[in-house]
T-cell receptor, first 113, second 112 residues
Framework: DQQVKQNSPSLSVQEGRISILNCDYT??????FLWYKKYPAEGPTFLIS?????DKNEDGRFTVFLNKSAKHLSLHIVPSQPGDSAVYFC????????????FGKGTLLTVNP | DTAVSQTPKYLVTQMGNDKSIKCEQN?????MYWYKQDSKKFLKIMFS???????INETVPNRFSPKSPDKAHLNLHINSLELGDSAVYFC???????????FGPGTRLTVT
């Protein structure tokens, strides 16, 4: 039962353009969301998060948008850089389960020079 | 200065063997985790320890046994390895049960 879904396995964009990575969730108990970035042969690294009391959180080139009614969040990267090429995971902790993180399957972003 | 380190990085072994993966964090965190990333690339929590106490124990075979000798270390011992155990195992840590977890580089286990 996938409670966090990333339906696009891959995305390719040109350097300098916007990258939009999407994530859907099914559990309405989720109230906090995180994005992790993973390079090959490395562990995931925390990128940005958003609480359900907000609909937007921005950190430099990275912005996460949350649409609670649609149970959808997206990560925008502007402008995209070749170094952003990585797998991006969406994750959410489940309250009442010792905040167990549930991860999506990830989206491979390739930024072409 | 590696924040979360795992050894070994690669582990190739035969079915039926017993192996251990070690994890250490120097961040001063009190919560540590083991995740498994399988061939379908899903990252799934296996275990979590808070101050050396087991707080998350997902449905994993009894052949998997975590051990936390202190807050900075969480080891994973696997008995009677099976082909299906082949995966990348990630250790992670956090302060309390804060959501931002710091991951190690992973251990790629291949069972032949």
């Amino acid at each position: 039962d996938q409670q966090v879904k990333q339906n696009s396995p891959s995305l390719s964009v040109q350097e300098g353009r916007i990258s939009i990575l999407n994530c859907d969730y099914t559990n309405s108990m989720f109230d906090y969301f995180l994005w992790y970035k993973k390079y090959p042969a490395e562990g995931p690294t925390f990128l940005i998060s958003i609480s359900s009391i907000k609909d937007k959180n921005e950190d430099g080139r990275f912005t996460v948008f949350l649409n609670k009614s649609a149970k959808h969040l997206s990560l925008h990267i502007v402008p995209s850089q070749p170094g952003d090429s990585a797998v991006y995971f969406c994750a959410a902790p489940l309250v009442g389960s010792n905040y167990k993180l549930t991860f999506g399957k990830g989206t491979l972003l390739t930024v072409n020079p | 200065d590696t924040a979360v380190s795992q050894t070994p990085k690669y582990l190739v072994t035969q079915m039926g063997n017993d192996k251990s993966i070690k994890c250490e964090q120097n961040l001063g965190h009190d919560t540590m985790y083991w995740y498994k990333q399988d061939s379908k690339k899903f990252l799934k929590i296996m275990f979590s320890y808070n101050n050396k106490e087991l707080i998350i124990n997902e449905t994993v075979p009894n052949r998997f046994s975590p051990k936390s000798p202190d807050k900075a270390h969480l080891n994973l011992h696997i008995n009677s390895l099976e082909l299906g155990d082949s995966a990348v195992y990630f250790c992670a840590s956090s302060q309390g049960v804060l959501y931002e977890q710091y991951f190690g580089p992973g251990t790629r286990l291949t069972v032949t």
